[in-house]
């Protein structure tokens, strides 16, 4: 008998137990904690190697990008090309903001778009961007090269704050 009841205690205790154990998370608490701005991916969804077009033909090659902004909006973007081997910037693009033209103006070396993702955190978006790079027979790309993509991410306002990824060989030029 004192068997049962012992059992009996010990099953009402562990019920009353597991009955009040709540594991709510605080959002507000972990929002507080997330960077302002983080990218959190940058690649391709087309392999190369590309290759060099003839004449006056503009090919283009397509950078993906994610990321995150918490209490932040998204500012200016730059995206620099360097030579894989020797480390020389080959180009260096300027987005005044997510959704535009490089700097270049009418020769436009490429354009930044971006969607938005929904997200459970308040004041946190999430992006899914692409990256539009221009290149012709003549810039800014080499046959027979590969190329590091270098990616900065600015918030606007202030302070700002900068988000960077460096993607080593991401694009190889036949």
Same mark, same amino acid.
């Given at each position: 008998?004192?068997? #049962?009841?012992?059992?009996?205690?010990?099953?009402?205790?562990?019920?009353?137990?597991?009955?009040?154990?709540?594991?709510?998370?605080?959002?507000?608490?972990?929002?507080?904690?997330?960077?302002?701005?983080?990218?959190?991916?940058?690649?391709?969804?087309?392999?190369?190697?590309?290759?060099?077009?003839?004449?006056?033909?503009?090919?283009?090659?397509?950078?993906?990008?994610?990321?995150?902004?918490?209490?932040?909006?998204?500012?200016?973007?730059?995206?620099?090309?360097?030579?894989?081997?020797?480390?020389?910037?080959?180009?260096?693009?300027? &987005?005044?903001?997510?959704?535009?033209?490089?700097? &270049?103006?009418?020769?436009?070396?490429?354009?930044?778009? #971006?969607?938005?993702?929904?997200?459970?955190?308040?004041?946190?978006?999430?992006?899914?961007?692409?990256?539009?790079?221009?290149?012709?027979?003549?810039?800014? &790309?080499?046959?027979?090269?590969? #190329?590091?993509?270098?990616?900065?991410?600015?918030?606007?306002?202030?302070?700002?704050?900068?988000?960077?990824?460096?993607?080593?060989?991401?694009?190889?030029?036949?």
């Amino acid at each position: 008998m004192k068997k #049962y009841i012992s059992a009996c205690i010990i099953a009402l205790t562990t019920i009353t137990m597991v009955s009040s154990c709540k594991k709510a998370v605080d959002v507000v608490a972990v929002g507080a904690l997330l960077p302002g701005l983080q990218l959190s991916s940058v690649g391709m969804q087309t392999s190369g190697p590309y290759v060099i077009p003839t004449g006056t033909t503009v090919n283009t090659i397509q950078v993906l990008f994610g990321a995150t902004t918490t209490g932040k909006n998204p500012g200016a973007f730059d995206v620099t090309i360097t030579d894989a081997t020797t480390n020389a910037v080959v180009e260096t693009l300027h &987005f005044a903001s997510w959704t535009s033209n490089d700097s &270049f103006g009418a020769t436009s070396m490429g354009s930044i778009s #971006y969607t938005t993702v929904p997200s459970s955190y308040p004041n946190t978006t999430i992006y899914q961007g692409s990256i539009i790079l221009k290149y012709t027979a003549t810039t800014p &790309f080499v046959t027979g090269k590969t #190329y590091t993509v270098k990616a900065v991410a600015s918030s606007s306002g202030s302070p700002a704050v900068t988000s960077t990824i460096t993607v080593a060989k991401l694009i190889s030029i036949q």
